[in-house]
C-alpha cells in the first residue's frame, strides 16, 4: 500500500487516503497544538479587535472599563474629533508624499542593484558584496550620520524623508536572492543573442518576470516609510512637514497637548478630553493603509514561490 | 537554495574562468546597475564613519570635524564613559534586553512554525499564518501607544484588575516591568512574521520523509524531532549568528517610546542614552559618539565570535 | 548607461539644490536710507514700516498662539515699523531640536527667543563666534541700559566670564518665587467625613484657611478620602493627594520639609551662609521611606511620576471632581469649584516640627535671548528688542495686550488694571494664550508705580503671607542667581547633570519601592561623592561668597 506512487498529491488528499489512525499521542498533540494555535490567536486578535471597538465606544465607559468584547455607546466622536485635528491631514498628506516618492527612490536603487549582484560575471563583484555588508554590522553612529545629512543641507527638509534610507541592504540581498534563484542565466544569453544589451535585456526580460519581488520590496519599503518615525523626529522642526507617526507619537505618548493651529481656544481639560478621545480612532486611521495593503500582500505571500524566493 | 548562499558571495563560476580584464571590459555596464546603490551607501553609511574622529574631540554641534580648531582629547570620551556611575548599567540593560529578548523571541518563531506545519489543515494554517505576521506591520509608535492604551495607569489590563478588586499595577512606572513588557510585545509584534522563514524551509521538506515515518510508526512529535527539525537547522544557524551580532543594537526607538521617569534604571540603553548626550542638553557630539564607537566594536566582537563558534559547531556561517 | 546616470544626476542636484539657501533679507540693506532712529522709545525705530525684517526662532507654550498672531507683536510692528519674522515650534520639540537647530549651519535664525540657554551654552556658543556680544549694542538701547544702571546686580547677573553679556535679562520680582507650594484640601469633603463621625480630631468649625494638621491627621484623611467615595458617584476614583512631582511649582518638596529639612528640587539651599545638599541628610533618608508609605497606599497619586504640568492642571476639572488635596500656587487653576479647597499650613512633622524650605526658583534670569553673528545690522533688532523693557509692553509681554488682557484705561493710580476674565476661562489660559512671556522687567518699583499685580498674584501673596512664609526653615535662603568663572561652569556642567539624573533615578525608585536602607543610603552617597558631589558644593560655595562679597 505504502509503495502507491503518492508524490503529486496534496497533503490534505493525502490524509484522506491514509488508512492509518492516529495514536492517542498523536491524538493528544494534535489538541495541544491546536489549542495552542488557537490560543495565539486570540492574543494577536484580541488587541486589534479591543482598538477598532473602543474608537467607536464612548470614552467614559472605557476608561470605567466596561468595554471588553463589544462596544458601549457607539459614538463617532473619536474620528470625529480627529478630523478636527488639522496636523492629522497634513501628516497623512505627508506620509502619502514621502511613502510614494520614497518607495520609487528605493526600488530605482536597489532591484538594478540586487539585479547586478545576482550575476555572477559582475566585475569587483565579491568586493562589492563586502562593501555592502560590512555597513549591515558597522556604522559611524548616530551623531555621525546627522551631521553629515546637516551638512547636505537637509535638515527641516521634507526631502530628507524621502531620501533617507534610500538603500536597505538587507532587501538589495532578498532581491539577489531571487534574481539568482529565477532568472537564470540561460533565460539572460538567450536575450544577448537576440541583440539586447544589459539595459534592455533588464528592462524587458527581468522586470516582466520580477513581479513578486517588486511587489515585496515595494511593500518592505512602503511600509518602511509609513511606520518611520525617529528620522523625523531628529531632522524635522517644522510641523508642517511632520509626517502621520510623529503627529502619533504627540497623541498617544507624550500625550502633549496638541498646539493651536488656529480654532477656539481650547481649554486644558478639553485638550485632555480630545487627546483620549482620539488614541484609538487615530490608531485605526494611520493604518487603515496597511489594512487595505494587507489582503494584496497576503496573496502573493501564499504563492509558494515567493516563499522559494526568500530561501 | 540554502540560506547561506544569500549572503556568501558565491564561488568562482564553474565555466571557464576568464581573466579579469576580458571580463570587465564585456560587463562593465553591469556595474552601473549598481552604482546609484553604491554612490548612495558610500555617502550615507561610509562618509559617516569618517565622523567617528569625533569621538577623540571635544566637539560641539557648531564644530567643524577637521576644522583648524578641533579640540582633541584622546581616549577622554571613552575614559569619561567608563567612569559614569550608569556605565554598567547601561551596559547590563542593553545587554540583558537584547539577550532576554533573543532568549525568548528565537525560539517562538521556530516553535510556531513547527506547530503551524504540523497542522492537518493546512488551509486553516495558512489563515493562521496570516493573521499571526498582521501586527508586524504595525508601527512602533503605534505599537508603544497600544501599551500605554492596555497596560498604562488607567488602562485595561488595569481597569480590569480594579474590577476584580486586584491590585492595579503600574506597568510604565515599575522598573522591572519594562523588559518583560518591551520583550514581550516584541514577540506579540513579530513572532508570526519570523516565522515565516521557518515554514518556507519547512515546506521544501520532500513529503516522503514523513511517508516513511508514518509507516515506521512514528509519532508526530518524533517525526518533527527527525524531520522538521533538521530540515531548519541551516536556516537557525544563519539567524542566530545574525541576532548574536546584533545583540547591543537592540530597538532603540521603542525604548526610547517606552520609558519614563521612573522606569529609566532598567529602560535607558546605550543607544537612547546616546540620543539623550548627543541631541538633548548641550549636544555633547564627541561624547555621544564615542559611546556608540563603543557600542559598534561590541557588536562587531560579538559578531566574529559567534560566527567563529558557528563555523566550529555546525560549518554553517557567514564567511 | 543612460538612465542610470540621469538618475544619479537628479539626485544629487536635489540634493545640491536643497541645500542651497535663499540669501539673507537684511544683508542687501543699506542702513542709511532706513532713517534708524534708536534715542526715542516711543517713535518709530525705522522710517518705512517693514522695510526690515528679522528671522526670529521661538519655541512657544501649547496653549499661546502663533506669535504672527499676537496683538502684543502686531502692536509692538505698528509702533517701531521692525518686522520680526517669528518661526515657532512647541516647547518640546525645542528641546529635542536644540542641537540640531545649532548644527545646521546654513538655516541659522537672527536670534532665538526663549532661547533658554545654559552657561555652558552661552560660553561654548560665545567662544566659536555664533552668537554676538550684545553689550556693544547697549548705546543703542536707551531703556535696558537705564535699568542696568539702576540695578548692578542685574548687570552682573547677565554678565559672562569674559565680562561681556551675550544674552537679555529676564525680570520679574514679586516676592512669590522661593515659595512655589501651597497645600490645598477639599474642606466638603472633610465636613462629610466629620458628620460621618469617621473623625474625630476636627469640628466643622476648624474647616478655614490656616488650619494645622500633623502628618498622621493628614494621612488619616488621604486614606479616608480614598475608600469612602467622597465625591458620591459609586465609584472608588478619588485622589487623595497629588502635585507635579519635581515641577518649578507645585512639587513634592514641602512633603519632606516636615521632616526638619529644606528641601526643594534641586536639594541644594543655603543654610545660614553653607550651601547644603539635603539628599545625604539622614532625615532624607527618614522622609523617603515614610512617603514610599504614601505612595504604597495610594494616599499619592501614582500619576505624580508621569504626568505633565498641563495633564495635572486637568484633573480637577472633570465631572465628578476627583482631587481630595494637592500643591499649587492657588485652587483656581487647578479645580473648577475652588471654593470648596482651603489652604493649610504645612504639615506638622511626626516631631512637632512645621517648616518649609524655599525654592531656587530665580527672579531674575538669563539666556532669554541671543543674536546671531549672521545676522546683518543686530543693532536694529537689538533697538526692537529694548521697547521690551518699557514698563507697559513688559507687562504686556508677560500677561497680555492691552485691550484682551489690560483695560485701556488706567486706573485712579495711574496704574494698568487687569480686565475682568472672559466666561469659561482661567486667568492662566487668558494670558498662555495672549502674552508670549520672555524678555521683560517688571522690578518691585512697577509693581509700585505701573501696573496692578493680577488679582490672583496679590491673593497668592497673602496667602503665602499667611500660610508659606512664617514657616520657612530658620537661617534657609534661596540661592541667588550667581554667575560662575569659566573653569566653575566647565567643571559644574557635567557633575550638575550627573547628579541630577542620579538623585533623581534614585528617589524616584525609593518612592516607588521602598527604601533606602542604611546600607543603600550609604551606597547612595558614596556614589555621590563619586560623581563630583564634593567639588559641585566647593564651586557653588565660592561663587556665592563672592556673590555676597559683592553686594552686601
Redesign the interface.
Known amino acids: 500500500m505504502v509503495k502507491e506512487t503518492r508524490m503529486h498529491l496534496s497533503l490534505n488528499k493525502r490524509r484522506k487516503l491514509r488508512p492509518y489512525k492516529d495514536s492517542t499521542g498523536d491524538k493528544i498533540f494534535y489538541f495541544v497544538n491546536g489549542f495552542v494555535l488557537f490560543l495565539l490567536t486570540l492574543i494577536v486578535v484580541y488587541p486589534l479587535y479591543f482598538i477598532i471597538i473602543a474608537s467607536i465606544s464612548d470614552p467614559d465607559a472605557i476608561f470605567n472599563g466596561d468595554v471588553y468584547f463589544f462596544p458601549i455607546k457607539i459614538t463617532f466622536e473619536g474620528y470625529a474629533r480627529l478630523f478636527n485635528e488639522p496636523l492629522i491631514w497634513t501628516g497623512y498628506r505627508n506620509t502619502i508624499i514621502y511613502t510614494v516618492f520614497g518607495t520609487a527612490f528605493n526600488l530605482l536603487l536597489t532591484l538594478p542593484a540586487g539585479w547586478a549582484l545576482s550575476r555572477k560575471n559582475l566585475p569587483f563583484r565579491k568586493l562589492i558584496t563586502w562593501f555592502f555588508v560590512i555597513t549591515m554590522f558597522f556604522g559611524g553612529g548616530l551623531i555621525p550620520y546627522y551631521l553629515l545629512v546637516a551638512k547636505l543641507g537637509l535638515v527641516d527638509n521634507p526631502l530628507s524623508m524621502i531620501v533617507l534610507g534610500g538603500v536597505s541592504v538587507w532587501n538589495v540581498f532578498v532581491c539577489k536572492s531571487y534574481f539568482q534563484a529565477n532568472i537564470p542565466e540561460e533565460l539572460l544569453e538567450a536575450s544577448h543573442m537576440d541583440g539586447c544589451g544589459e539595459f534592455r535585456s533588464f528592462w524587458h526580460v527581468v522586470i516582466p518576470l520580477s513581479k513578486p519581488i517588486i511587489a515585496v520590496m515595494v511593500l518592505f519599503y512602503a511600509v518602511g516609510h509609513w511606520n518611520s518615525y525617529f528620522d523625523a523626529l531628529v531632522f524635522l522642526s517644522t510641523e508642517e512637514y511632520y509626517p502621520l507617526q510623529l503627529v502619533l507619537k504627540d497623541i498617544l505618548i507624550t500625550a502633549e497637548v496638541i498646539s493651536n493651529t488656529g480654532g477656539s481656544a481650547e481649554t486644558i481639560i478639553e485638550q485632555a478630553k480630545i487627546a483620549n478621545q482620539i488614541k484609538y480612532s487615530s490608531i485605526i486611521v494611520s493604518s487603515i493603509p496597511i489594512i487595505i495593503l494587507y489582503p494584496l500582500v497576503q496573496k502573493f505571500f501564499n504563492k509558494g514561490f515567493l516563499i522559494g524566493s526568500f530561501k | 537554495m540554502p540560506l547561506t548562499h544569500a549572503i556568501k558571495p558565491a564561488p568562482e563560476t564553474k565555466f571557464v574562468k576568464i581573466s579579469f580584464k576580458k571580463n570587465f571590459r564585456k560587463n562593465w555596464r553591469l556595474l552601473l546597475f549598481v552604482l546609484p546603490a553604491l554612490i548612495y551607501v558610500l555617502i550615507f553609511a561610509y562618509l559617516p564613519m569618517y565622523g567617528i574622529v569625533i569621538a577623540f574631540q571635544d566637539f560641539t554641534p557648531v564644530d567643524d570635524i577637521l576644522g583648524p580648531n578641533a579640540n582633541w582629547i584622546g581616549f577622554g570620551n571613552f575614559l569619561r564613559f567608563f567612569n559614569e556611575f550608569r556605565f554598567w548599567r547601561l551596559l547590563t540593560n542593553t545587554f540583558l534586553l537584547s539577550l532576554f529578548g533573543f532568549l525568548v523571541g528565537f525560539p517562538i518563531p521556530i516553535i510556531v512554525a513547527l506547530m503551524l506545519n504540523s497542522l492537518k489543515n493546512q488551509k486553516i494554517a495558512k489563515k493562521l499564518q496570516t493573521i499571526f505576521y498582521a501586527p508586524h506591520f504595525i508601527s512602533v509608535v503605534v505599537l508603544v501607544g497600544m501599551l500605554y492604551l492596555f497596560f498604562g495607569e488607567y488602562g485595561l489590563i488595569n481597569n480590569i484588575a480594579r474590577s476584580i478588586n486586584l491590585e492595579a499595577y503600574s506597568y510604565f512606572l515599575q522598573a522591572e516591568a519594562f523588559r518583560p513588557l518591551f520583550i514581550f510585545s516584541g514577540n506579540w509584534q513579530d513572532f508570526g512574521w519570523s516565522a515565516i522563514i521557518y515554514l518556507a524551509a519547512l515546506s521544501g521538506v520532500d513529503p516522503h520523509l514523513h511517508e516513511a515515518a508514518i509507516v515506521e510508526g512514528a509519532s508526530r512529535v518524533r517525526r518533527i524531532f527527525a524531520i522538521d527539525i533538521p530540515a531548519i537547522i541551516p536556516t537557525i544557524s544563519i539567524i542566530l549568528i545574525l541576532s548574536i551580532g546584533n545583540l547591543m543594537s537592540v530597538g532603540y526607538e521603542k525604548a526610547f517610546l517606552m520609558q519614563t521617569g521612573a522606569n529609566i534604571v532598567t529602560s535607558e540603553i546605550i543607544a537612547t542614552y546616546v540620543y539623550k548626550i548627543g541631541f538633548l542638553g548641550t549636544g555633547e557630539y564627541g561624547y555621544a559618539t564615542a559611546i556608540g564607537l563603543f557600542n559598534s566594536i561590541i557588536n562587531v566582537i560579538l559578531l566574529v565570535i559567534a560566527n567563529v563558534s558557528a563555523r566550529k559547531f555546525s560549518g554553517n556561517s557567514i564567511w | ?1 543612460h ?2 546616470n540621469i ?2 544626476a537628479l ?1 544629487l542636484s ?2 545640491i539644490l ?4 535663499g540669501s539673507n533679507s537684511t544683508s542687501e540693506i543699506d542702513i542709511d536710507s532706513l532713517g534708524y532712529q534708536w534715542t526715542d522709545t516711543s517713535a518709530p525705530i525705522i522710517a518705512t514700516k517693514d522695510a526690515i525684517s528679522f528671522d526670529v526662532l521661538s519655541p ?1 507654550n ?5 506669535y504672527d498672531d499676537m496683538k502684543v507683536f502686531n502692536d509692538l510692528n505698528d509702533s517701531t515699523n521692525v518686522k520680526i519674522s517669528w518661526r515657532n ?2 516647547e ?2 525645542y ?13 541659522y535664525p537672527d536670534a532665538i527667543y526663549h532661547a533658554g540657554f ?1 552657561d ?2 552661552i560660553i ?2 560665545s567662544s ?1 563666534k ?1 552668537i554676538i556680544p550684545l553689550d556693544e549694542y547697549f548705546d543703542k538701547m536707551p531703556n535696558l541700559s537705564a535699568i542696568l544702571e539702576k540695578r548692578p546686580d542685574v548687570r552682573r547677573m547677565l554678565t559672562a566670564p569674559d565680562g561681556h553679556i551675550y544674552t537679555l535679562p529676564k525680570v520679574e520680582e514679586m516676592g512669590l518665587m522661593p515659595y512655589p507650594n501651597l497645600l490645598f484640601v477639599n474642606k466638603s469633603w472633610i465636613a462629610d467625613l466629620i458628620t460621618a463621625n469617621l473623625i474625630s480630631f476636627l469640628t466643622i468649625n476648624d474647616l478655614n484657611d490656616g488650619l494645622n494638621l500633623t502628618l498622621e491627621q493628614f494621612r488619616t484623611i488621604l486614606s479616608l478620602f480614598k475608600t469612602e467615595d467622597m465625591n458620591k458617584n459609586g ?1 472608588n476614583d478619588e485622589i487623595p493627594l497629588s502635585f507635579v ?1 519635581q515641577n518649578w511649582q507645585g512639587n513634592y518638596s514641602d512633603l519632606y520639609a516636615t521632616f526638619g529639612i529644606p528641601e526643594n528640587i534641586n536639594h541644594l539651599t543655603v543654610l545660614d551662609g553653607n550651601i547644603t545638599f539635603t539628599a545625604t541628610d539622614s532625615k532624607w533618608r527618614e522622609a523617603t521611606n515614610y512617603f514610599y508609605e504614601w505612595v504604597r497606599d495610594g494616599l499619592i497619586d ?2 505624580i ?2 504626568q ?1 504640568q ?2 495635572f ?2 484633573k480637577g ?2 465631572t465628578d471632581q476627583r482631587l481630595g488635596a494637592f500643591y499649587w500656587w492657588e485652587s483656581e487653576t487647578v479645580v473648577k469649584n475652588p471654593e470648596d479647597y482651603i489652604v493649610l499650613n504645612p504639615l506638622i512633622g511626626l516631631q512637632g516640627q512645621q517648616y518649609i524650605g524655599v525654592s531656587n526658583n530665580q527672579e531674575m534670569t538669563r539666556g532669554e535671548f541671543v543674536v546671531f553673528s549672521k545676522a546683518a545690522h543686530p543693532e536694529i533688532l537689538l533697538t526692537y528688542m529694548d521697547r521690551y523693557y518699557d514698563p507697559i509692553i513688559s507687562a504686556q509681554i508677560n500677561y497680555g495686550p492691552i485691550g484682551i488682557v489690560f483695560e485701556e484705561e488706567l486706573d485712579e493710580h495711574g496704574k494698568l488694571v487687569q480686565k475682568p476674565l472672559p466666561q ?3 486667568a492662566d ?1 487668558l494670558r498662555l ?1 495672549n502674552a508670549p512671556l520672555g524678555c521683560f522687567y517688571l522690578s518691585y518699583e512697577e509693581w509700585e508705580n505701573v501696573i496692578n499685580m493680577e488679582p490672583r498674584a496679590r491673593l497668592r501673596l497673602e496667602r503665602l503671607d499667611d500660610h508659606a512664609i512664617p514657616f520657612v526653615y530658620p537661617g534657609a535662603s534661596p540661592i541667588p542667581n550667581i554667575t560662575y568663572t569659566m573653569t566653575e561652569i566647565n567643571a559644574l ?2 557633575i550638575e ?2 547628579l541630577n ?2 538623585v ?2 534614585q528617589q ?2 525609593w518612592l ?2 521602598g527604601g533606602p536602607s542604611e546600607s543603600q543610603f550609604n551606597t547612595f552617597k558614596n ?1 555621590l561623592n ?2 563630583g558631589l564634593q567639588e559641585a558644593l566647593a564651586i557653588y560655595q565660592a561663587a556665592y561668597n563672592r556673590y555676597i562679597a559683592e553686594f552686601e
Open positions: 548607461m538612465k542610470n538618475i544619479i539626485t536635489a540634493i536643497s541645500s542651497c539657501q512657544k501649547a496653549l499661546a498662539d502663533n515650534l512647541s518640546s520639540a528641546a529635542a531640536q536644540k542641537t540640531l537647530i545649532m548644527s545646521d549651519r546654513n538655516n545654559s555652558k551654552e561654548q556658543y566659536r555664533v465609584k512631582y501614582r500619576e511620576f508621569s505633565t498641563d495633564f492642571l486637568a476639572k472633570a469659561g476661562m482661567t489660559e494664550k556642567s557635567t547633570l550627573n539624573s542620579y533623581y533615578e524616584t525608585q516607588l519601592n556614589t563619586n560623581i
